[in-house]
């Protein structure tokens, strides 16, 4: 694969209004909105000024004019601690957030208003992250008390515990679901990923069907995980300094298994091996790895204030660019582009916009978020970054 035809990540703009260090940053599955969580304990909502354009009808691509963001909304007192995790329901209308006080909160947009509708209260003590089943019918969390929690989204936002795994040995950092609604990924300080599927004849409840741990996984706090649009591969992000790679199959069959989109149910048994392990080029740990919606970029943000795009290349292509570094040699995966000093200080979370796969935001400790586009080699769009404040 050649990489000449983009080769820099471009700095469009810069939102500014948290008071602290942002740890989360989320596109809406329209791409209109892009939603921030911050120590602060308030989630702000990002989307084009007045008289603009939206996102998602200003073009994709690297070519494509983005008008400036503006704060539109800030959701705040659902918490009482920092927020550490937002994830927007797939219909786009509920959004939860995770946070130290121990609690998930739901949010719904109400004849234009965000209205705070439902608390989940059951982890012991911090949640780290909480995520929506494809088919918005279940709400995935987990948190420092080392558990995954799995919860039924029922009609007028009531919300009913389906489980609660407590395989991990360590703080859970993150979970993801599988495009298919059939798997759930979990990622631990006890270095490893765990893969839940529901436990075969029904009856509601989840096992551990794989654990993702040893020589070929993460040899240091696993902090992130993020399936492919796809699903056919996950990656995964360490306190190694690696980005992992792995392919999905389930069963013997040589499909992946886009699945059926539903919040469980399904029978075939996953089987996940590593593909790829990139390292070599971030300096500290990785605290964060986003797929773009074509599946053609694999952006990841570290503790060095990096923010770094890998692409698959062929074995020649690898080999010339570095071939993944010290630990990938021969993994496939280049390093198409780089901005080594992205944030002021720690990249916490990078996400590329759900249909423009050349448009990333980043947020860190700085209390900033960034947007990004991903240019093309000598393809001008010399178009100067902006500032956002509230």
């Not at 209004?17 to 909105?33: K, L, M, N, Q, Y």
């Not at 240091?220 to 392919?247: I, N």
């Not at 586009?373 to 000598?378: C, D, E, N």
């Amino acid at each position: 694969m050649s990489l000449e035809s983009f080769e820099s990540l471009e700095l469009l703009q810069t939102l500014e209004g948290h008071d602290e260090r942002v740890w989360c940053v989320a596109w809406s599955p329209d791409g209109s909105t892009l939603a921030s969580c911050s120590a602060d304990k308030t989630v702000r909502l990002w989307a084009p000024g007045p008289g603009a354009p939206p996102l998602a009808a200003a073009g994709a691509g690297a070519a494509a004019a983005v008008a400036p963001l503006v704060c539109s909304a800030v959701l705040e007192d659902s918490h009482t601690k920092t927020i550490r995790c937002a994830a927007w329901s797939n219909d786009g209308r509920h959004l939860a957030t995770a946070g130290f006080d121990g609690l998930t909160a739901v949010w719904e947009r109400q004849g234009g208003v965000w209205e705070s509708v439902a608390t989940l209260e059951g982890h012991e003590s911090e949640v780290k992250c909480v995520a929506w089943s494809p088919n918005d019918g279940a709400l995935a969390t987990c948190g420092r008390d080392k558990s995954v929690w799995l919860w039924e989204h029922l009609p007028g936002n009531d919300f009913e515990c389906l489980d609660v795994k407590p395989g991990h040995g360590g703080d859970v950092k993150a979970v993801a679901w599988h495009p298919g609604g059939e798997l759930l990924a979990s990622c631990s300080y006890d270095d490893s990923i765990k893969i839940w599927a529901p436990e075969p004849g029904g009856g509601g409840e989840w096992e551990c069907a794989q654990t993702l741990a040893g020589p070929s996984g993460h040899s240091s706090t696993v902090w992130s995980v993020a399936f492919s649009p796809d699903g056919r591969q996950m990656a995964s992000a360490g306190d190694d300094k690696t980005l992992r790679v792995w392919e999905c199959r389930f069963g013997n069959s040589s499909d992946d298994g886009g699945g059926g989109g539903g919040g469980g149910g399904g029978s075939r048994r996953p089987s996940f091996r590593l593909a790829a392990a990139i390292g070599g080029y971030h300096s500290r740990s990785i605290f964060s790895c986003s797929w773009s919606a074509d599946g053609r970029w694999l952006a990841s943000g570290d503790g060095a204030n990096c923010i770094r795009v890998f692409t698959r290349g062929d074995e020649a292509a690898a080999a010339a660019a570095g071939g993944g570094g010290a630990d990938g040699g021969g993994c496939g995966w280049v390093q198409a582009c780089a901005a080594e000093a992205a944030h002021e200080s720690d990249v916490n979370s990078v996400a590329w916009h759900p249909s423009d796969a050349t448009l990333l935001a980043s947020g860190g400790d700085d209390g900033r978020v960034r947007l990004w586009r991903l240019r093309a080699a000598g393809g001008g769009g010399g178009g100067r970054a902006v500032m956002a404040e509230d």
